[in-house]
């Protein structure tokens, strides 16, 4: 099946920096991405859409200049997490859909600490 | 706001029992997915259903769509300690541009 490849998996800050998490189609082209946050014990709450080639929509709540996302690429999407606090800490999951495929496919999640 | 509310949200049963997960809405999906997702990873697609009625089943898992496209269900009969994990409906919309929403999620926990 189509795999989702995303990097890093964990990774921790300082309170200040910025930190880029990055998510490839390894097998597929990925038109659209999706990008989610999953705090402890809870469910996944969509923070933006991107399609390439093109600005991503953001959902309510969630800060443009704070959450940069990239879709530079049918394989790839970057979202940088920009002068990161200790609330920013939190799982974060990318998905890929293809053109042709109904599908939704998950990277393994990308756990980040600021501290 | 939280378009898909799912029950129970924590579920604690004993091995070879059943259970029946819940994924509600009021809004129409065009499809629904379920997944089970481990802790510290991402989570794992375990069905689509796209027509209204339809009934899946994968082992002893058995999913339905309900006929108006807003709501589903997760049945798993005779419960085993590997079926324990967070189950995840997700509901795609396609009105304007593809999105998907997650339901609030079910923690299952089979004890041996």
């Known amino acids: 099946g189509a795999v989702v490849s995303q ?30 946050r999953q705090f402890p014990k809870q ?15 953001y959902e309510q709540g969630v800060e443009k200049d704070k959450f940069l996302i990239n879709h530079a690429s049918l394989t790839l999407s970057t979202l940088t ?12 999951i990318c998905s890929a859909k293809g053109v042709s495929n109904e599908k939704l496919f998950f990277g393994s999640g990308t756990q980040l600490s600021v501290l | 706001t ?3 509310e799912q029950s129970p949200q924590f579920l604690s049963i004993q091995e070879g ?4 997960v819940y994924c509600n809405s009021s809004s ?6 379920w997944y089970r997702q481990e802790p510290g990873e ?3 697609l375990l069905v689509t259903v796209v027509t209204g009625g339809e009934v899946k089943k994968l082992k002893r898992l058995t999913f339905q769509f309900g006929d108006a496209r807003k709501d589903s269900s997760l049945h798993i009969t005779a419960a085993q300690p590997g ?12 009105s304007g541009t593809y999105k998907y929403i997650f339901g609030t999620g079910t923690r299952l926990k089979v004890l041996a």
């Open chain 1, 7 to 36: 990097h890093p998996s964990r990774v921790i800050c300082k309170s200040g920096t910025s930190v880029k998490i990055e998510c490839r189609s390894l097998d597929f082209q990925a038109t659209t991405m999706f990008w989610y």
């Open chain 1, 43 to 57: 469910s996944l709450m969509l923070m933006a859409t991107s399609n390439e080639g093109s600005k991503a929509t």
């Open chain 1, 81 to 92: 997490v920009t002068s990161a606090h200790p609330e920013d800490s939190s799982f974060y």
């Open chain 2, 2 to 4: 939280q378009l898909l």
């Open chain 2, 17 to 20: 029992e059943n259970l029946t």
């Open chain 2, 28 to 33: 129409v999906f065009s499809s629904l997915q």
């Open chain 2, 42 to 44: 991402g989570p794992v």
């Open chain 2, 83 to 94: 079926d324990t994990g967070l189950y995840l409906c997700a509901g795609e919309r396609s």
